[in-house]
Nanobody
Framework: QVQLVESGGGSVQPGGSLRLSCTVT????????MAWFRQPPGKQRERVAR???????TYSDSAKGRFTISTDANSNTLFLQMDNLRPEDSAMYSC???????????????????????WGRGTQVTVTV
């Protein structure tokens, strides 16, 4: 049974940094195309970043240049390093895993949330003075 558990959220001031983690259990992270999504209060879920099985990274326009997505095979963990945070980055951040199959490459670009097979419950990020 595949499970994703996020951690690392919290409250920071504008300009600050946070590092989110998403630990995968029940399968090797290298099987998946991994992504981070976020849902601000009262708004729809939006795509943030995605990393393929070949470590190709894709970012939303708002995340580009400030956020970095990465994985660590040893700990089976997905990360999102977030720097220069802004109040509009405040949201519930969730990780997601897309399992295309062992012989299938990840599709390029940010993908719709409907393409993901597994989701974590989320970790809250609040950016405020």
């Amino acid at each position: 049974q595949v499970q994703l558990v996020e951690s690392g959220g919290g409250s920071v001031q504008p300009g600050g940094s946070l590092r989110l983690s998403c630990t995968v259990t029940g399968a090797t992270i290298g099987r998946f195309c991994m992504a981070w999504f976020r849902q601000p209060p009262g708004k729809q879920r939006e795509r943030v970043a995605r990393i393929t099985k070949d470590d190709i990274e894709t970012y939303s326009d708002s995340a580009k240049g400030r956020f970095t997505i990465s994985t660590d095979a040893n700990s089976n963990t997905l990360f999102l390093q977030m720097d220069n945070l802004r109040p509009e980055d405040s949201a519930m951040y969730s990780c997601a895993a897309d399992s295309p199959g062992p012989m299938t490459e990840c599709r390029p670009g940010l993908r719709s949330e409907v393409e993901y097979d597994y989701w974590g419950r989320g970790t809250q990020v609040t950016v405020t003075v």
